[in-house]
């Protein structure tokens, strides 16, 4: 029952909170940890089968370093006290899940494209301070996308997270608690800082990248029909939304990614919503050919993001109450 007061707990405390800026957080210790094996161990002259083993390493030192420092503060809270350490559970839960922060930066994007729509001029000014919004949550090139392709990266960013943000951390802590969250959240970490396809990090990346498919292969396939539950419950408000055409769409083009699990939610997403997502992306200044995920039931519209938001927070919800009562139930 510990578990479950504590991901009942984080999970409330994002949602009033959400991710605090400036307050220490563990994560962002785990993202200087990285940047600093990245200076140590990648060396561009280093030849490919060095630079991959150079990559094992710097993922074997974060994952010894994220679970040592969280075993022996875990310790030492509940040497304290089991109430202390409950609340210290919850606490470190709480650094994991982003629910809040993902809906409050994705709806930054949203809110910029309204400022454009109503500015009266070209409307420059406001598509410019989208694209520098969508730009603090996505990996790609922002500078020359339309609306429509800030739209579309902004509702791709928040199917993805709804799992890698959301369901995979509450699956881990349900799963073996903040000890096997933050191992997950450190792997999560990693790929997202080296697990890129260019000259820097092709190499010295790969186990990094492999090591977050591996985690997130079980979540990503959780979270697609933990989506489409949510998508029945919400069908009856909300006409727009089809469970049935996100199945089909999901059962089509769940593949359709090179990572083997970030079109899992897409396909989902883009089904139900009746749009198309994914599509040729710009990356480090080089153009990615990648295949359209979902069928142009309608144009994508602005409105899209804060529809997936609020399929996400649905989905957040639901992944509460199912992993936290098979923790009950297998306590």
Request: proline share 4%; glycine share 8%; with cysteine.
């Amino acid at each position: 029952m510990n578990i479950v007061y504590a991901m009942t707990a984080g999970f409330l405390l994002d949602c009033i909170v959400g991710d605090p800026h400036r307050l220490p957080h563990p994560i962002r210790w785990i993202g200087r940890l990285i940047s600093l094996l990245d200076r140590c161990l990648n060396r561009k002259q280093d030849a490919k089968e060095r630079k991959i083993l150079s990559g094992i390493v710097y993922v074997t030192v974060v994952l010894a370093v994220t679970g040592a420092a969280v075993f022996f503060f875990r310790l030492f809270l509940y040497r304290l006290s089991g109430t202390v350490g409950i609340l210290g559970d919850g606490l470190l839960f709480f650094y994991c899940i982003a629910p809040k922060s993902l809906c409050r930066e994705s709806m930054a994007v949203y809110r910029e494209l309204a400022v454009k729509r109503t500015d009266g001029d070209s409307g420059e000014d406001g598509l410019g301070r989208a694209r520098k919004a969508l730009s603090m949550i996505v990996g790609r090139d922002t500078e020359k996308l339309t609306e429509e392709g800030i739209i579309k990266a902004a509702v791709e960013t928040v199917a993805e997270n709804a799992s890698d943000g959301v369901m995979a951390p509450m699956f881990y802590m349900a799963l073996g608690g903040p000890f096997l969250c933050f191992l997950y959240k450190a792997v999560n970490t990693m790929d997202s800082m080296t697990g890129y396809h260019n000259e820097t990090y092709e190499y010295f990346g790969k186990a990094a990248a492999i090591a977050d498919d591996v985690w997130n292969y079980i979540p990503s396939r959780l979270t697609a029909f933990v989506m489409l539950f949510a998508t029945m419950i919400l069908s009856p408000f909300y006409p727009y939304l089809d469970w049935k055409r996100g199945f089909m769409t999901y059962k089509r083009d769940r593949r359709k990614h090179k990572s083997p699990n970030a079109a899992q939610t897409e396909s989902v997403c883009a089904g139900v919503l009746g749009i198309q997502l994914a599509g040729d992306a710009s990356y480090f200044g080089r153009t990615i050919q990648k295949p359209c995920i979902g069928d142009a039931v309608r144009p994508v519209e602005r409105e899209d993001i804060r529809r997936a938001n609020r399929l996400m927070y649905v989905s957040s919800l639901l992944s509460l109450f199912l992993l936290a009562g098979m923790r009950y139930l297998w306590g």
